[in-house]
């Protein structure tokens, strides 16, 4: 039971997406399990954050901006991948520093989330892209 | 197979809870499978770490606090989410940098840790909270 | 169904491991399921990273050396963990900002992992080591 949630991105920021998952979810034949989440890239990645004030999205998003600088940065002078322009190599590491999977349990066929948490695509990519999740649904 | 831990926290820093997911284990009528634990906040995150210095548990509180400094350092001057506090917006950096779920495998019905491995829950707030982190069992 | 893989390690940096995990699955008489990976140390951890240009793994190294200085840095004085050498407590903080675990659909036989995906074991110790990860394997 999976399915590829493909997801429009136009630059840097956090997607919620978690809606998308609960309707894949409310399409299965199943009540209690465990849903995997899975990113297909190297460039963006996975997030449960806070869903209640856009905010917090805006400054996490300056947050790993400062911590990782765009390779034009003089900071960021050391990097030698630089194939695609100077928001390359801080996708990648960006991407090392969050998650490529989640975990989440579902119970009466709810996701177990916390009152205010929301699953989120972390886009570390100014072009815009389409990006792949992999939602993947074990019974038990 | 679920249930719900709950976890109280009284400040920043790491509050191990094996013992507690040893004995929801010991609880279970399963030998193998996967073991999932999922954090229901966006203030606190999940670590597996060292459980034999207690220093290295004061090192990561530290570090991540120089890292990400509280909202009312000169440094953190552009952060826009302040509601509740200077430890608030920190708090969710800080988890986006550590993890929100954990999958850890059930071999002869013990946790596949390794020899100095403990699960920590990693509180980022100042204030004392009932943290609940579900753990949820797969068999297979 | 589970195997641990071991894997030689000679400083720090990224060691790619997924034609190891590839065969642990091939092995297997499942052709859909859940992949988990789980690295039995607080010292070195897992990274799904690309596999195409080998500057990424090197720029990574060196990001995370600079996010993270040896202890006998200036900047590092506060460290009190100190036992096993001046990369010991960096290692444990690098292995908290990356992953322990890591969980990936099997569909069809092959993990389900983007097109430049690879899977790594990111040694953050800078002698020599043998790591074991557990990969271990549901179906459904």
């Not at 449960?48 to 400062?66: G, H, S, T």
């Not at 119970?107 to 916390?114: N, S, T, V």
């Amino acid at each position: 039971m999976h399915e590829t949630i493909a997801l429009r991105t136009s630059g840097q920021g956090l997607y919620e997406f978690t809606r998308a998952v609960q309707r894949f979810l409310s399409d299965m034949p199943v009540r209690n399990g465990l849903l995997t989440l899975f990113c297909q890239h190297t460039s963006c990645s996975l997030l449960v954050q806070e869903n209640a004030d856009p905010d917090v999205q805006a400054d996490l998003k300056a947050f790993f901006r400062r911590l990782v600088p765009p390779a034009n940065d003089p900071s960021m002078s050391y990097l030698e991948h630089r194939t695609e322009g100077p928001d390359d190599m801080p996708a990648h590491i960006k991407a090392a520093l969050t998650q490529t999977s989640l975990s989440i349990p579902v119970i009466e066929g709810r996701l177990a989330l916390g009152t205010w948490q929301g699953l989120y695509l972390f886009e570390h990519r100014d072009a815009p892209h389409t990006r792949r999740v992999v939602a993947h649904l074990l019974e038990g």
